[in-house]
């Protein structure tokens, strides 16, 4: 092949032959085009008789040095082993394609098969572990390697494996280039530059592969510039039944976040594209935006029952950089431990799949994407994801006729290199033009997103993308919905405040069939009984110790320790508030006592102040809970009763 590495594999060829053919020569064919082959420069005319008479004429083949490598590197193995072993990762560190990664030697490979239970195009490039063998190719393949033998003459060999295992085990190589991530069109960097040069890009460890030729983009977009992407970026889905503007708003963030991911500190949500009816568009919209950036369908997997199952999966797709994940058709609720530590980490560490090793560190830049239709949300992802809702008025959209561009991803990949310029064209300008606060309210965990790409979609003129996470949180968080049902009728079994244990409410809907139907309703749904029937205290007792003070609508659950077992209250509203002092909630009792005697204290807020009525009980101990403003309330320890309050270092 035309090219250097043509060149450089023929000339690894011919070394290997040595000493072996009879006769070595290495033939250059004139006239070949960048690229071409012996086959192209038959296919132009020339003939077998003219190739051999250029091979005639043609001198024999001759190393640089009889002793060297192709560079003229000779490594002479000996029991200096540090030496040894400095001078092959010195040779590993001349080679093209030799990285490191997450504590691994890696390459960038064109293809691959893609992990167990997920699907992904076989064309595109992907970075994978270069395991033992391959090291020894390429240490082989850049150097001579020489040992002395018994009669002290120098003779050639082959890398000896504990070289091999020496230089794989050594986990970092000052001299071998860092491997962060491969892409297929323009991205940010995290000054606001854009890489847009083919080949490896020492600034941000990215090597940029592009499949075809892409606009230039200006070094410094303007404002009107951005406008003009945003309108090309919303040409693609003009046909798309989006539920609100910050809906669609929500997608163009999706398409811009891959291409923003490598200049972002820290994670970014999930984009979940939901419908209220299925063929409202949401495979075609998430391949639509895939096509785009990465000129390709991103990979495919359902979401497995096993979060173990789930979590290597995450480790195979973080190990081979793959730019975008999607989990597709959801059924039941979503969410697992594994994906929720995924998508708010940096980097991933977990045991390689069918090794004893361990990848640690390895970058967590992927994009995730699910697709879904009313989908339920568990309380912990609810907060990580951004909602991208279509809704349909009619029974079968997938039969709508009209399209302004009837085979949509077609026209996409036609024009993917003006609509992937035009995605980094925004960023772009809103860096240039000083990343302006557009005052839009936080988001926990993805700050770094949202202050680049969220913020650029606002100042573009659209809507912010972040009404969608709010809004989704209120309506598919099954566990917040059941909850605040809870808690806003949990009066009924506990209508002074007291109190109760669980057994007791068990024990009272179990009397009370036909009563209290949304507190039932509410821990059928947080603690479902396994079998569909009859509540276990045990399991609504974890569960409620999972949601002890998550407040919803200014309200929470709470609990304290009584001889009787734990007594759980209701706080929050008019019942309780903030500690003022720690930021810690107080006790329902002790914000009704501190608030009232507020109100009665004088300008010095000293005037003595009486307790307010306190309960009776037979009992003798009395515990003390801090409260704020100076006070305490008392307790009875063995049933929990309020006694009243009284001010710290005062006695009772």
């Known amino acids: 092949d035309n090219d250097d590495a043509g060149r450089k594999h023929g000339q690894q060829v011919?070394?290997?032959?040595?000493?072996?053919?009879?006769?070595?020569?290495?033939?250059?064919?004139?006239?070949l085009p960048p690229k071409g082959d012996v086959s192209d420069w038959l296919d132009d005319g020339h003939t077998i008789d003219e190739l051999m008479g250029i091979v005639a004429a043609m001198a024999e083949w001759e190393p640089k040095d009889a002793a060297d490598?192709?560079?003229?590197?000779?490594?002479?193995?000996?029991?200096?082993?540090?030496?040894?072993?400095?001078?092959?990762?010195?040779?590993?560190?001349?080679?093209?394609?030799?990285?490191?990664?997450?504590?691994?030697?890696?390459?960038?490979?064109?293809s691959a098969d893609a992990p167990r239970g997920i699907a992904r195009p076989k064309e595109s490039p992907h970075i994978a572990p270069m395991r033992p063998v391959r090291i020894r190719e390429r240490l082989a393949e850049g150097a001579m390697w020489v040992r002395i033998n018994s009669q002290g003459e120098p003779e050639r060999c082959h890398p000896a494996d504990w070289i091999v295992k020496a230089v794989d085990a050594r986990g970092q190589w000052p001299k071998i280039r860092r491997l962060e991530a491969v892409v297929q069109c323009p991205v940010l960097r995290a000054d606001g530059s854009v890489l847009q040069t083919p080949g490896y890009d020492p600034t941000t460890?990215?090597?940029?592969?592009?499949?075809?030729?892409?606009?230039?983009?200006?070094?410094?977009?303007?404002?009107?510039?951005?406008?003009?992407?945003?309108?090309?970026?919303?040409?693609?889905?003009?046909?798309?039944?989006?539920?609100?503007?910050?809906?669609?708003?929500?997608?163009?963030?999706?398409?811009?976040?891959?291409?923003?991911?490598?200049?972002?500190?820290?994670?970014?949500?999930?984009?979940?594209?939901?419908?209220?009816?299925?063929?409202?568009?949401?495979?075609?919209?998430?391949?639509?935006?895939?096509?785009?950036?990465?000129?390709?369908?991103?990979?495919?997997?359902?979401?497995?029952?096993d979060d173990d199952e789930l979590r290597k999966r995450i480790t195979s797709l973080a190990m081979a950089g793959e730019p975008l994940i999607l989990i597709d058709n959801i059924a039941g609720t979503f969410g697992?431990?594994?994906?929720?530590?995924?998508?708010?980490?940096?980097?991933?560490?977990?045991?390689?799949?069918?090794?004893?090793?361990?990848?640690?560190?390895?970058?967590?830049?992927?994009?995730?994407?699910?697709?879904?239709?009313?989908?339920?949300?568990?309380?912990?992802?609810?907060?990580?994801?951004?909602?991208?809702?279509?809704?349909?008025?009619?029974?079968?959209?997938?039969?709508?006729?009209?399209?302004?561009?009837?085979?949509?991803?077609?026209w996409v990949r036609h024009e993917r290199p003006r609509l992937a310029a035009a995605a980094v064209t925004l960023l772009a300008a809103y860096c240039a033009a000083g990343r302006p606060d557009m005052k839009?309210?936080?988001?926990?965990?993805?700050?770094?997103?949202?202050?680049?790409?969220?913020?650029?979609?606002?100042?573009?003129?659209?809507?912010?993308?972040?009404?969608?996470?709010?809004?989704l949180a209120s309506v598919a968080d099954r566990e917040a919905v059941a909850l605040r049902q809870l808690l806003e009728s949990w009066h009924e079994l506990d209508p002074h405040g007291q109190g109760v244990t669980l057994a007791?409410?068990?024990r009272e809907l179990a009397d009370r069939p036909n009563d209290y139907e949304a507190v039932r309703a509410a821990l059928f749904e947080l603690a479902p009984p396994r079998d569909g029937k009859t509540l276990n205290p045990r399991s609504i007792g974890m569960k409620f110790h999972h949601l002890r003070r998550r407040v919803i609508a200014g309200l929470f659950l709470d609990s304290r320790t009584t001889r009787l077992g734990a007594m759980w209250t209701v706080g929050g509203g008019e019942k309780c508030g903030t500690n003022r002092t720690s930021g810690t909630i107080s006790t329902p009792y002790a914000h009704a006592y501190t608030r009232t005697h507020a109100q009665?204290?004088?300008?010095?807020?000293?005037?003595?102040?009486?307790?307010?009525?306190?309960?009776?009980?037979?009992?003798?101990?009395?515990?003390?809970?801090?409260?704020?403003?100076?006070?305490?309330?008392?307790?009875?320890?063995?049933?929990?009763?309020?006694?009243?309050?009284?001010?710290?270092?005062?006695?009772?």
């Open 205 to 305: 460890g990215i090597v940029f592969m592009p499949q075809c030729d892409f606009p230039i983009i200006p070094e410094k977009p303007s404002k009107a510039d951005a406008v003009a992407a945003r309108d090309a970026l919303l040409e693609v889905v003009e046909d798309f039944p989006f539920a609100a503007d910050h809906h669609l708003a929500a997608w163009v963030a999706s398409v811009l976040t891959p291409l923003a991911r490598y200049s972002i500190f820290g994670p970014s949500p999930l984009f979940l594209y939901d419908a209220n009816v299925r063929g409202c568009g949401k495979s075609l919209l998430t391949d639509s935006a895939s096509i785009t950036t990465v000129g390709r369908e991103m990979a495919r997997m359902s979401l497995p029952r």
């Open 600 to 652: 009665e204290r004088g300008p010095t807020g000293n005037s003595p102040v009486s307790a307010p009525s306190p309960a009776t009980c037979s009992h003798a101990t009395v515990d003390e809970q801090d409260t704020f403003d100076g006070f305490v309330n008392l307790v009875c320890h063995d049933c929990g009763s309020p006694l009243g309050c009284r001010e710290k270092g005062v006695s009772v």
């Open 440 to 471: 839009l309210k936080p988001w926990g965990s993805f700050e770094g997103w949202s202050d680049l790409v969220r913020q650029a979609v606002v100042w573009a003129g659209m809507a912010d993308p972040g009404e969608s996470r709010r809004e």
């Open 504 to 506: 007791d409410v068990i």
């Open 14 to 31: 011919a070394r290997s032959l040595q000493g072996l053919a009879t006769s070595v020569k290495v033939v250059a064919l004139p006239g």
């Open 69 to 110: 490598g192709a560079d003229g590197r000779r490594i002479v193995i000996g029991t200096d082993e540090p030496r040894v072993i400095d001078e092959a990762v010195e040779v590993l560190a001349s080679l093209d394609n030799v990285f490191q990664r997450g504590g691994c030697l890696a390459q960038v490979i064109d």
């Open 336 to 410: 697992s431990p594994s994906l929720d530590a995924a998508l708010t980490s940096v980097s991933w560490s977990d045991r390689i799949l069918g090794q004893t090793a361990m990848a640690a560190g390895i970058p967590m830049y992927a994009t995730w994407y699910a697709t879904g239709n009313n989908v339920i949300l568990a309380a912990d992802t609810a907060r990580r994801v951004c909602h991208v809702r279509l809704e349909s008025p009619e029974e079968m959209p997938e039969e709508r006729t009209g399209f302004h561009h009837p085979d949509l991803l077609a």
